[in-house]
């Protein structure tokens, strides 16, 4: 008789193995070891540990809870009350006041503008970076609020009537005059319909009141986002041409200022942040600087909200590397850990090189900001910004793109945060300034302030002699320099590869051996191929195992 084995016990379908657990509790900085060596290196040990505290909070199983609620319940415009009044109010979910309640607390809104720190600009930077990884969208009107600070200097009147508020580091969103807020949030508008990032062709008009410094404004704004931020930095033309003003959203008497917010945009990504656009008709102004010099006010504010697309976007690809190497960590196939794979090594490592690069540059630049008065800082400031703005944030969809595909199917999926991640990655190379704005911002600076390019000489050549790719990769941005017929058509790769020869320099002089030679090789030697995952080198399961992070 044919004989029959025992059955083994039934599996039990319900229980789950081989599956990564929940990246939460963790600190978010101190998993960072380029960000800690960045911020150790250009401010101090105290300031490590100052961001840390933002660190372990933006981990938490709540921050991330926050994060994903803020953006599931999208912004809601009411345009009128039930009596039919305009009152053009936008309603946050709970979930985004709380996640800036705790960006304002922490001074990643304009306090470091009233700071006494040497490295007051460098701790906010590394903050915000760190607080970016619970939900990118609130950024978007602390970022413009920092920014607003260097542009209200043009009027010391302005400026001391709005910096207190805006400094502060308690939250208010109320609806009321500044004399009552204790705390304060900005915002601008540029664009309009027909000129996008041509704002010289703007048809918003400002006529003067017969008080002095004050105008009325009509016309519209295209891209206008948090509409419901306590003042607007806003172009206009006046008599003498372009000009910036400051749009207060209620008026000291408490009563409304004439902001219609026509509707909100269905955006591909930044969901938990409203943008708008908007229409003045007899709205109140304050003229910030002279008739006619509207672009020159107002750009100190972009090169400053360029500063945090950097920083956004590098944070971006922190987070994303982290939830890629978290689960390859953690999750085995064909036999062993994914993160045992010589490939996917491969792959993981060739994305942290990819995020500490742009991490030494972001905090790099943030340093620039905190020496502002220093002459060479200043000038590597005006030309690393849009090189850093172009590049890094160009690089982000396609890195985060690669982290999303380490997770496979799971990455595709909403729960594993990764599809919000990517929905936001190409947000930061768009706003202030697209690709083609930046690059030939570049070249602008180049042409205008000889000192940039000396400035940018001087941090590259920090390196010199140190890595024969990076000294070969300086010369060949020199020669495509000294090529004046081709520098527009090649103002991308230009860019490009000045940006990439800032990061080079960095990571020789600071980073472990292994990262600054799989950078040079891969991003200024001859071995890239265009994708992530082909790095020629010898220590791949070093660069993963710093780059994993632990709970």
């Not at 590597?380 to 910004?385: E, K, P, S």
Request: net charge negative.
């Amino acid at each position: 008789m044919p004989t029959h084995s025992s059955p083994s016990a039934p599996h039990d379908i319900r229980v789950v193995t081989n599956q990564a657990p929940p990246l939460v509790g963790h600190n978010v900085v101190t998993a960072d070891h380029a960000l800690v060596e960045a911020v150790t290196r250009h401010a101090d040990a105290s300031v490590v540990e100052d961001i840390a505290v933002i660190g372990a909070e933006a981990g938490t199983a709540e921050a991330r809870e926050h994060g994903i609620l803020a953006n599931e319940n999208h912004p809601h415009l009411t345009p009128y009350d039930r009596y039919g009044n305009r009152i053009d109010e936008v309603a946050f979910h709970p979930s985004w006041h709380w996640l800036m309640e705790r960006a304002v607390g922490h001074g990643l809104a304009a306090a470091p503008w009233e700071s006494d720190s040497p490295y007051a600009h460098v701790r906010r930077a590394a903050g915000f970076m760190a607080w970016s990884h619970t939900e990118p969208g609130h950024g978007c009107p602390i970022s413009m609020t920092y920014a607003s600070i260097p542009a209200l200097r043009a009027d010391e009147s302005i400026a001391k009537e709005w910096t207190p508020a805006l400094a502060s580091t308690t939250y208010d969103p109320r609806l009321v005059p500044l004399a009552q807020k204790s705390g304060a949030l900005a915002g601008m508008g540029m664009t309009e319909k027909q000129g996008g990032s041509d704002v010289r062709a703007n048809v918003t008009e400002a006529t003067p009141t017969s008080v002095d410094g004050e105008y009325t404004l009509r016309g519209h704004k295209w891209f206008t986002s948090a509409p419901m931020n306590d003042m607007f930095l806003v172009l206009a033309q006046a008599a003498d041409g372009v000009t910036c003003f400051v749009v207060p959203r209620v008026l000291g008497d408490g009563t409304r200022n004439r902001l219609d917010v026509v509707r909100l945009k269905d955006k591909l990504g930044n969901r938990s942040n409203a943008s708008s656009e908007l229409e003045f008709d007899g709205t109140v102004a304050q003229r910030l600087g002279d008739e006619g010099r509207g672009v020159r006010t107002i750009i100190e504010m972009v090169a400053a909200t360029r500063l945090d697309c950097v920083l956004g976007s590098t944070s971006l690809m922190r987070r994303s590397l982290n939830e890629a190497a978290w689960h390859v960590a953690h999750r085995s196939a064909f036999g062993s850990r994914l993160a045992d794979k010589p490939l996917m090594q491969n792959v993981i490592a060739d994305l942290a090189i990819e995020t500490e690069a742009a991490t030494a540059l972001a905090i790099r630049l943030a340093t620039a900001v905190d020496r502002i008065n220093d002459p060479h800082e200043a000038a590597l400031r005006r030309i690393a910004l849009p090189l850093a703005k172009f590049w890094v944030c160009k690089r982000t969809p396609f890195m985060i793109a690669e982290a999303l595909e380490c997770l496979g199917g799971n990455g595709y999926v909403e729960e594993s945060v990764m599809p919000l991640l990517y929905r936001e990655a190409p947000l930061n190379s768009v706003w202030e300034g697209s690709g083609n704005v930046n690059a030939l911002d570049v070249l602008r600076a180049l042409s205008r302030e000889p000192e940039v390019l000396d400035a940018w000489l001087t941090e590259v050549g920090h390196a010199h002699g140190a890595d024969a790719r990076l000294d070969r990769a300086v010369e060949e941005v020199l020669t495509m320099l000294g090529d004046q017929a081709a520098l527009e058509v090649s103002a991308r790769r230009l860019a490009g590869r000045m940006a990439a020869c800032l990061q080079g320099s960095l990571l020789v002089r600071f980073a472990p051996a292994e990262v600054a030679d799989a950078f040079c090789a891969s991003r200024l030697g001859t071995s890239y191929d265009g994708t992530f995952g082909t790095l020629q080198s010898a220590d791949l399961r070093a660069i993963v195992e710093r780059a994993t992070p632990t709970l």
